[in-house]
């Protein structure tokens, strides 16, 4: 079983900045990549970001695109969200997700990841 654990949310104002970790642990890892979403109150869960695991090639939403930064540190099995000029509508419970099984289009969709964190809150103030 893999568990995949979350910090670094939390309560900031809009333009300031978080960073988000999320740790992998469990059996033996193997990962083709891993990724970020969200979801807001009322709102389905939305891919932010993410990262494959050789090559470090990265993909974005539109939205957090220019301000988001994803990126890994291999041998710790942790991948991290760099987040600024945070705006109120980044106000949600931010996933880890684990596991991507494949690239390009298809990090956008939930059922492409296997394992997922507790999720941390992320509240922008404005």
């Known amino acids: 079983q893999v568990q995949l654990v979350e910090s670094g949310g939390g309560l900031v104002q809009a333009g300031g900045s978080l960073r988000l970790s999320c740790a992998a642990s469990?059996?033996?890892?193997?990962?083709?990549?891993m990724g970020w979403f969200r979801q807001a109150p009322g709102k389905e869960r939305e891919f932010v970001a993410a990262?494959?695991?050789?090559?470090?090639?990265?993909y974005y939403a539109d939205s957090v695109k220019g301000r988001f930064t994803i990126s890994r540190d291999g041998a710790k099995n942790t991948v991290f969200l760099q987040m600024n000029s945070l705006e109120p509508e980044d106000t949600a419970v931010y996933y880890c997700?684990?596991?991507?099984?494949?690239?390009?289009?298809?990090?956008?969709?939930?059922?492409?990841?296997?394992?997922w964190g507790q999720g941390t809150q992320v509240i922008v103030s404005s």
């Open positions: 990262i494959i695991w050789s090559g470090s090639t990265t």
């Open positions: 469990g059996r033996t890892f193997s990962s083709y990549g």
């Open positions: 997700a684990g596991n991507l099984r494949s690239g390009g289009y298809y990090v956008r969709f939930t059922t492409n990841y296997d394992y």
